[in-house]
């Protein structure tokens, strides 16, 4: 199924990744999103479980071994063409998570990578869904 002007709501996991009192940003090389920066992700595979998802699709997009753990946030991500149709509609689950190992690297899907403290979070323009999960990371995460 394409992920533009889908049948159905698509089901995709994000990583939010703190480490040492920054977070992990990716800029997207493809649409959705191409050029903006977010939080490394995409969709589950039929047959994969979501924590394995996250841990698959942070590791394609960064080079990273991540550990999932709490849920941040369950949402949904609907956009619409200039004609009203749906032209985008994922159901996303945001899992706070941890470094485990690997070497960050811009990979799969995405042009850069980088770590961010919460102070320069304003330079990224990030989507206003993506800034306040990172947020609520930062609040949960015992390393900040």
Known sequence: MSRE????PLLGVGGVVVHEGRVLLVKRASEPLKGEWSIPGGLVELGEKLLDAVKREVLEETGLMVEPGEVLELFDSIWHDADGRCQYHYVLVDYLCQVTSG????ATDVSEVRWSSEAELPTFNLRPATLAVILKAFGKNVEH
Do not use: V
């Open 5 to 8: 002007y889908p049948d159905r």
């Open 103 to 106: 070497t960050l690297q811009a």
